[in-house]
């Protein structure tokens, strides 16, 4: 099993930046693929970026593809989401994931969840 505790958020001017961490407790961490979710207000949680295990290979929303970057740091136990060029649409509660061997970007394949961190962007 294991526990996730998002950081990170806040809020943030439309153009800044923010970088989420997601730490993991346990010594299996690089036994699971890890996930990024999202909820904005009255929306359905949506698919936002995974990486595998080994941290080689990541898969992106389209509507983040370039703009936000999914990396771990399997000694740390942590991953990150680093998130740029930020939008009014990207106001939301990111939550991370973790479901073991392979990536997924379904949310119902991931079998551990950490509580959300807002980010809130103003213009």
């Known amino acids: 099993q294991v526990q996730l505790v998002e950081s990170g958020g806040g809020l943030v001017q439309a153009g800044g930046s923010l970088r989420l961490s997601c730490a993991a407790s346990?010594?299996?961490?690089?036994?699971?693929?890890m996930g990024w979710f999202r909820q904005a207000p009255g929306k359905e949680r949506e698919f936002v970026a995974t990486i595998s295990r080994s941290g080689f290979s990541t898969y992106y929303a389209d509507f983040v593809k370039g703009q936000f970057t999914i990396s771990r740091d399997n000694a740390k136990n942590t991953v990150y989401l680093q998130m740029n060029s930020l939008k009014l649409e990207d106001t939301a509660v990111y939550y991370c994931?973790?479901?073991?061997?392979?990536?997924?970007?379904?949310?119902?394949?991931?079998?551990?969840w950490g509580q959300g961190t807002q980010v809130t962007v103003s213009s």
């Open positions: 346990g010594r299996t961490f690089s036994t699971y693929a």
């Open positions: 994931a973790a479901r073991s061997l392979v990536t997924s970007i379904y949310a119902y394949d991931y079998n551990y």
